[in-house]
């Protein structure tokens, strides 16, 4: 079980990091120059749009890593100090 939680969790941080680096990117490249593959880079966008876009990414890899850390420390035994 805990070997499960921990893939789970790597996962998740992998995804957090793909995230927040998608969102970063979205936040400091000007429209015409972001990469072919990600949306929003024809001339004349919306730089609204992109704030929207990066914002929702920066957001959706915290939240992601704050679900690996939690998936990580869940069903951890308390230890009692006598």
Do not use: D, E, Q
């Amino acid at each position: 079980m805990r070997k499960a939680r921990r893939v789970i969790a790597i996962i998740l941080l992998i995804g957090a990091i793909a995230a927040i680096a998608v969102g970063v990117v979205y936040l400091t490249v000007p429209a015409h120059s972001l990469p072919s593959f990600l949306p929003g880079h024809v001339h004349g966008g919306s730089t609204k749009k992109l704030w929207k876009k990066g914002t929702a990414g920066v957001v959706a890899g915290v939240v992601l890593f704050g679900l690996a850390v939690g998936v990580r420390l869940s069903g951890r035994r308390k230890r009692h100090w006598n």
